[in-house]
């Protein structure tokens, strides 16, 4: 029905479930990291806990209409939580002016709302729930490459391996800069404040953690990116990368500013949350190569 009327149909309803979703993701990025079901029980003010009615709950609406404040307690609510739901909704309609009513659109807000909870789940706390990364990781490899080849009429054969390269380059890169960081800073008998521990030794070859505890980056970032890979290829996670470098410079230098200590830890996640949603709706690689062309007076 909606793919007969045409796309821009498609905008209102895809604006208005992704506030819905939006709404969602709110409990999931409070709850998820704490343990606690993303289900049960409903939705409560963060101050007094109390319950918020439906008629409360209505997204962005009902915080407009409280003036920002709990009806109970009279006590502000963070414009955080609108914020997200305004976000998640427009980052939907960009989803179905890029994909139109397709079977892509879907999964695709799918991964949308998982790189906005890895992104305000590691601003807060600094980790990247594998839930958010390895299950997306696990949709984009088992999932996207189908429903790219039967909806783009593609070789399935094809778009798996856009799926796995991707993945790999993303994931395995960024292992890479932490794996030699860690080595170089080993040789140089460097000490961060979480790496090594206090008391510890610099992790050996033998040891787990020689592969996988790297100083100043977190394993849940190396796995976020494989699941973006996953998802927009090669192509898609190399603009990623490059996207999430510059916009990772400039989030630790604001943070640096805001907090005076240049040495505060940051989650590294909304970066590359920020990243891949640049190269999904603006594919860096395809303004590159047309700047070339359109110099020379090409097509």
Request: charged share 15%; aromatic share 8%.
């Given at each position: 029905m909606i793919e007969?009327?045409?796309?821009?149909?498609?905008?209102?309803?895809?604006?208005?479930?992704?506030?819905?979703?939006?709404?969602?993701?709110?409990?999931?990025?409070?709850?998820?990291?704490?343990?606690?079901?993303?289900?049960?029980?409903?939705?409560?003010?963060?101050?007094?806990?109390?319950?918020?009615?439906?008629?409360?709950?209505?997204?962005?609406?009902?915080?407009?209409?409280?003036?920002?404040?709990?009806?109970?307690?009279?006590?502000?609510?963070s414009l955080r939580y609108p914020a997200v739901e305004l976000v998640t909704g427009l980052l939907f309609v960009g989803v179905a002016w890029r994909f139109g009513p397709t079977a892509l659109a879907i999964l695709f807000m799918l991964f949308a709302s998982a790189l906005v909870v890895a992104a305000g789940v590691d601003f807060d706390h600094q980790i990247i729930p594998d839930e958010i990364s390895l299950g997306g990781l696990v949709l984009g490899l088992a999932v996207v490459p189908l429903v790219r080849s039967l909806g783009e009429g593609g070789s399935y054969g094809f778009a798996l391996g856009q799926s796995c390269l991707g993945a790999g380059i993303g994931g395995g890169f960024l292992w890479s800069v932490g794996f030699l960081h860690a080595r170089v800073s080993a040789l140089l008998g460097r000490r961060f404040p979480h790496w090594p521990g206090d008391g510890e030794d610099v992790p050996r070859p033998g040891q787990a953690d020689y592969w996988l505890w790297f100083p100043g980056l977190g394993l849940g970032d190396v796995k976020l990116l494989a699941m973006v890979g996953a998802f927009v290829g090669p192509w898609g996670v190399l603009d990623t990368l490059l996207g999430a470098s510059f916009l990772g410079l400039g989030l630790g230098v604001g943070w640096g500013l805001l907090s005076r200590n240049w040495s505060t830890p940051f989650g590294f996640g909304p970066a590359i949350a920020a990243g891949a949603l640049l190269a999904l709706f603006a594919p860096l690689h395809l303004i590159w190569f047309r700047m070339p062309m359109a110099a020379t007076g090409g097509p």
């Open positions: 007969e009327l045409g796309t821009p149909f498609f905008y209102g309803p895809a604006l208005a479930f992704g506030l819905v979703v939006g709404s969602f993701l709110n409990v999931v990025i409070h709850r998820l990291p704490l343990g606690e079901s993303v289900v049960s029980p409903r939705s409560r003010c963060p101050s007094c806990e109390q319950p918020i009615s439906a008629r409360d709950n209505i997204p962005v609406l009902s915080y407009l209409l409280l003036g920002g404040h709990c009806r109970h307690c009279r006590r502000p609510i």
